[in-house]
Antibody, heavy 117, light 108 residues
C-alpha cells in the first residue's frame, strides 16, 4: 500500500523559512514523479512543484519560483520542500503527492503551514 | 497556463439523483490529460478519473468522465450518501499543472 507521510509544518513568521519532508513507503519511490500540492484554508487545490524520478527536472508554479525548492533523496525514499521568504498567502495544508507520470495517483494526508506574525 | 473553470460551484441534489459536473479549459488539454478528484472534509483528494474517461482502480461504475479538447464532464449516475463531497478537475498535460476551483455536491 502506498503511504506518504508529511512532516515539518508549523507556525512561521512572514519572511521566515520552513522545510517540509515527505516519507514514502509501499512503492518504488524512485519510479514516481513527486509533487507538492497546497490548499489554503477553505480554498481549492493549487499545484506547487514537481520533480522527476531522478531529480533532473523540476517545475514550479510562478508564485513560488525562486522562493521554494523541491528536492528528493531516493536512498531515503524522501521528498522535501524548502520554503524561504514565506508570505502570509503561503498559509495552507501542503500535500505530498505522486504518480508514475504527471498524473497524481497517491496523496499524503498533508501538513499545515501557517505564516503569521 | 491552462485555466480550468468548473461549473456549477455548488450542486444541491438528493441521493439517487444524477449529478453532472462541468470543467472547461482555456486551451486544448493535450492528449486529454484531464483528471477528476474527489475530496471529503479533512481528507486528501483521491483520484476518480484520468485520461478524461478512464476510471481509476476501485472506482465504481456510477462515476464516468467524458469530453475532449476544452470541454469535459464528470457524471455520477446515482448519488450515494458517500458521494457528497467536493470534486476537482485537473490537467496534467502542461506545466504548471492546474486545478479547477472545485464543485461542491451537497445534499438537498
Amino acid at each position: 500500500e502506498v503511504q506518504l507521510v508529511e512532516s515539518g509544518g508549523g507556525l512561521v513568521q512572514p519572511g521566515g523559512s520552513l522545510r517540509l519532508s515527505c516519507a514514502a513507503s509501499g512503492f518504488t519511490f524512485s519510479s514516481y514523479w513527486m509533487n507538492w500540492v497546497r490548499q489554503a484554508p477553505g480554498k481549492g487545490l493549487e499545484w506547487v512543484a514537481n520533480i522527476k524520478q531522478d531529480g533532473s527536472e523540476k517545475y514550479y508554479v510562478d508564485s513560488v519560483e525562486g522562493r521554494f525548492t523541491i528536492s528528493r533523496d531516493n536512498t531515503k525514499n524522501s521528498l522535501y520542500l524548502q520554503m524561504n521568504s514565506l508570505r502570509v498567502e503561503d498559509t495552507a495544508v501542503y500535500f505530498c503527492a505522486g504518480g508514475e507520470g504527471w498524473l497524481v495517483t497517491s496523496w499524503g494526508q498533508g501538513t499545515l503551514v501557517t505564516v503569521s506574525s | 497556463e491552462i485555466v480550468l473553470t468548473q461549473s456549477p460551484g455548488t450542486l444541491s441534489l438528493s441521493p439517487g439523483e444524477r449529478a453532472t459536473l462541468s470543467c472547461r479549459a482555456s486551451q486544448t488539454v493535450r492528449k486529454n490529460y484531464l483528471a477528476w478528484y474527489q475530496q471529503k472534509p479533512g481528507q486528501a483528494p483521491s483520484l476518480l478519473i484520468y485520461g478524461a474517461s478512464i476510471r481509476a482502480t476501485g472506482i465504481p461504475d456510477r462515476f464516468s468522465g467524458s469530453g475532449s479538447g476544452t470541454d469535459f464532464s464528470l457524471t455520477i449516475s446515482r448519488l450515494e450518501p458517500e458521494d457528497f463531497a467536493v470534486y476537482y478537475c485537473q490537467q496534467y498535460a502542461d506545466s504548471p499543472l492546474t486545478f479547477g476551483q472545485g464543485t461542491k455536491v451537497e445534499i438537498k
